[in-house]
């Protein structure tokens, strides 16, 4: 894909403490089209928050390859880098307390992003309207954030992060903390921004339902993208089905999703034998 909006090859990032080296990226290859709503799940530790804190240029990578639209994230001065977290991205943080500003009402959340850029205050109270409107808070415009329940806030979130029109939507476990019915309301949400807008939107989560909301999930592991799943467009709706693709990584190992392997009883190491186009495998 040569028109990638999100271009990462390659990508390392190693923390490095007193007496030790933490890897947590080790060669991540991701590319997203623009426009493109998709999520990003693994295991705890697997490198996705590293990930996207440096796609929100909150944080360097240490080597590899890594450009939104046309700015390389590893060649830019700290002023770039200033002005790409101003305009280039949105993001929204699983604490829903870290996102807004407690003695704000929803709408003057959402108006401070402007009025800090020097947009004109009626300009951004009318703007800051119509994303309350899209996010589906009309009628709540006053309410503070403590007035409002954990999804709300969440929603008024999204208002924020879209103030100032970036063109790239980030989202940290936004629902972490929210019930399951209120979380796909949040995605929902996110889900009819992203096509009515053509903001390109990645998201971090835990939630399994994600898969219904976006088109594409890939799964990270140990600092790599290790599975994908792709909606099959073909079937709108509900009904949506996914496949889980087998890859291989970078050091030439085939990564199957863990759920087929466990389908045919195998818990961690298998062997394969290759007959033709056909593929026996077995626990080891
Ligand atoms: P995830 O978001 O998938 O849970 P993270 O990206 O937060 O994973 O972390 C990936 C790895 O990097 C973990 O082993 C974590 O402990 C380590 N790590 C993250 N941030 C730092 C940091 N600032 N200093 C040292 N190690 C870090
Ligand atoms: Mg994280």
Same mark, same amino acid.
């Given at each position: 894909m040569t028109d990638a909006y999100i271009f990462a090859e390659e990508l390392f990032k190693i923390y490095k403490t007193e007496d030790l080296e933490v890897v947590?990226? %080790?060669?991540l290859d991701l590319r997203v089209a623009p426009g493109e709503m998709m999520a990003i799940v693994g295991?705890?530790?697997?490198?996705k928050s590293t990930f996207l804190n440096i796609l929100a240029g909150l944080d360097t990578p240490s080597a590899g390859r890594i450009s939104v639209g046309d700015r390389d994230l590893l060649r830019m001065s700290d002023d770039d880098l200033v002005d790409y977290r101003r305009r280039e991205v949105g993001f929204i943080w699983q604490? +829903?307390? %870290?996102? @807004? !500003?407690?003695?704000?009402s929803a709408q003057q959340n959402i108006e401070a992003p402007m009025i800090l850029e020097g947009v004109k205050r009626k300009t951004a109270k009318n703007r800051a309207r119509e994303l309350l409107e899209a996010v589906g808070l009309g009628d709540k415009h006053k309410r503070k954030p403590n007035e409002l329940s954990g999804g709300e806030q969440q929603r008024v979130a999204i208002g924020v992060a879209l103030a100032n029109q970036p063109p790239l939507l980030l989202a940290d476990e936004? +629902?972490?903390? @929210? #019930?399951s019915a209120t979380a796909d309301e949040v995605f929902e949400v996110l889900r009819k921004i992203n096509r009515n807008t053509g903001v390109t939107v990645v998201i971090v989560t835990h #939630? %399994?339902? !994600?898969t219904s909301r976006v088109d594409r999930v890939v799964a990270m592991r140990d600092g790599r993208a290790s599975t994908e799943l792709i909606r099959n467009s073909s079937v709108i709706g509900k009904d949506f089905s996914v496949d889980e693709l087998a890859v291989v990584d970078r050091s030439g190992r085939l990564q199957i999703p863990r759920e087929y392997l466990q389908d045919i009883g195998i818990d961690r190491r298998a062997r394969i034998e290759i007959d033709g186009q056909s593929v026996k495998i077995t626990g080891e």
């Amino acid at each position: 894909m040569t028109d990638a909006y999100i271009f990462a090859e390659e990508l390392f990032k190693i923390y490095k403490t007193e007496d030790l080296e933490v890897v947590a990226l %080790r060669g991540l290859d991701l590319r997203v089209a623009p426009g493109e709503m998709m999520a990003i799940v693994g295991a705890s530790g697997s490198g996705k928050s590293t990930f996207l804190n440096i796609l929100a240029g909150l944080d360097t990578p240490s080597a590899g390859r890594i450009s939104v639209g046309d700015r390389d994230l590893l060649r830019m001065s700290d002023d770039d880098l200033v002005d790409y977290r101003r305009r280039e991205v949105g993001f929204i943080w699983q604490q +829903t307390g %870290r996102n @807004l !500003i407690p003695y704000l009402s929803a709408q003057q959340n959402i108006e401070a992003p402007m009025i800090l850029e020097g947009v004109k205050r009626k300009t951004a109270k009318n703007r800051a309207r119509e994303l309350l409107e899209a996010v589906g808070l009309g009628d709540k415009h006053k309410r503070k954030p403590n007035e409002l329940s954990g999804g709300e806030q969440q929603r008024v979130a999204i208002g924020v992060a879209l103030a100032n029109q970036p063109p790239l939507l980030l989202a940290d476990e936004p +629902t972490g903390e @929210l #019930d399951s019915a209120t979380a796909d309301e949040v995605f929902e949400v996110l889900r009819k921004i992203n096509r009515n807008t053509g903001v390109t939107v990645v998201i971090v989560t835990h #939630d %399994r339902e !994600i898969t219904s909301r976006v088109d594409r999930v890939v799964a990270m592991r140990d600092g790599r993208a290790s599975t994908e799943l792709i909606r099959n467009s073909s079937v709108i709706g509900k009904d949506f089905s996914v496949d889980e693709l087998a890859v291989v990584d970078r050091s030439g190992r085939l990564q199957i999703p863990r759920e087929y392997l466990q389908d045919i009883g195998i818990d961690r190491r298998a062997r394969i034998e290759i007959d033709g186009q056909s593929v026996k495998i077995t626990g080891e």
